[in-house]
T-cell receptor, first 113, second 121 residues
């Protein structure tokens, strides 16, 4: 069964901490994505990557960075966590092509206190 | 302008009834794909159905069908014989081929804001 795995389902961190959210896919997909999801705002793209070591900013990259050292792994980094980064974070991967949708991980609910 | 519009923030439907969730989209790209995802309260996003812009027939997957009206730029999801387990958020999404290859902006799916469907016994 093909899969996108996010390392944590629930996470609680303190303000100012450096936070790593890990995502691993086993489908050899080129593209990987990080979204955050907030009530009433839908899914907002933070960063995406179309190849190893490549990254592109999405709609709301401020306060975040990413790392893709291997094709299967895409990490989201909160350099100094703040309370307004409390959210649901969803990782996804896909092949190239308009007829390919995403495979999502099960999400990480991050609370920053 | 919104690329994907879902006009129904929430819907209540009786069990066993059919449900139509509305989705309209905006693109000038002749090649695109339309997708529907389900998100239960547990949070994971589950792929339901796909429609390509050049597909002649409406897509179907079990109890799900996509009512694709290209001229109206409409891609409504129809769920037949609804079940209690269908209660969830539903997202419509679009992926444009030109955006993907143009090198600019964010590649990938554009999502609507979602419809919260509640099936009542």
């Amino acid at each position: 069964d093909v899969k996108v795995t996010q390392s944590s389902r629930y996470l609680v961190k303190r303000t100012g901490e450096k936070v790593f959210l890990e995502c691993v896919q086993d489908m050899d997909h080129e593209n990987m994505f990080w979204y955050r999801q907030d009530p009433g705002l839908g899914l907002r793209l933070i960063y995406f990557s179309y190849d190893v070591k490549m990254k592109e900013k999405g709609d709301i990259p401020e306060g975040y960075s990413v790392s893709r050292e291997k094709k299967e792994r895409f990490s989201l980094i909160l350099e100094s966590a703040s309370t307004n980064q409390t959210s649901m974070y969803l990782c996804a991967s896909s092949s190239l092509g308009a007829n390919y949708g995403y495979t999502f991980g099960s999400g990480t609910r991050l609370t920053v206190v | 302008a919104q690329k994907i519009t879902q006009t129904q923030p929430g819907m209540f439907v009786q069990e066993k009834e059919a449900v139509t969730l509305d989705c309209t989209y905006d693109t000038s790209d002749p090649s695109y794909g339309l997708f529907w995802y389900k998100q239960p309260s547990s949070g994971e996003m589950i792929f339901l159905i796909y429609q390509g812009s050049y597909d002649q027939q409406n897509a179907t997957e079990g109890r799900y069908s996509l009512n694709f009206q290209k001229a109206r730029k409409s891609a409504n999801l129809v769920i037949s014989a609804s079940q209690l387990g269908d209660s969830a958020m539903y997202f419509c999404a679009m992926r444009e081929a030109f955006t993907m290859y143009s090198g600019g902006g964010a590649d990938g799916l554009t999502f609507g804001k979602g419809t919260h469907l509640i099936i009542q016994p």
